[in-house]
């Protein structure tokens, strides 16, 4: 159970992961690169030296869907490190068949 519960976090956290690149790359592409206090796009971000200006609900998506990724991805590696060792298999073959 641990298992599967591990895997669907790590999964979860690639796809969040990807989804927050993403959006970061259009946000760069889109928002002004100035100030624009009317609207509210006071929140400088950094894209390599570029600052563009998005306002205070894009920069909450944007942190929410990175932390929750870092978040599943750490607890996924948890699951994974302190799983129980499956027990190994009893099954005697009889070979003389």
């Not at 159970?1 to 992961?17: E, F, S």
Request: aromatic letters at 14%; proline letters at 5%; charged letters at 15%.
């Amino acid at each position: 159970m641990l298992i599967g519960l591990r895997n669907a976090l790590a999964i979860a956290a690639v796809l969040l992961w990807f989804t927050a690149f993403g959006l970061f790359l259009h946000f760069a592409d889109t928002r002004p690169t100035s100030p624009e206090p009317a609207e509210g796009r006071v929140n400088p971000w950094n894209d390599h030296g570029r600052f563009v200006y998005l306002n205070q609900s894009e920069q909450n998506q944007l942190y929410a869907l990175g932390g929750t990724a870092a978040a599943f991805f750490v607890t996924a590696a948890f699951l994974g490190a302190f799983r129980k060792a499956s027990p190994k298999s009893t099954v005697k073959m009889d070979r003389d068949l």
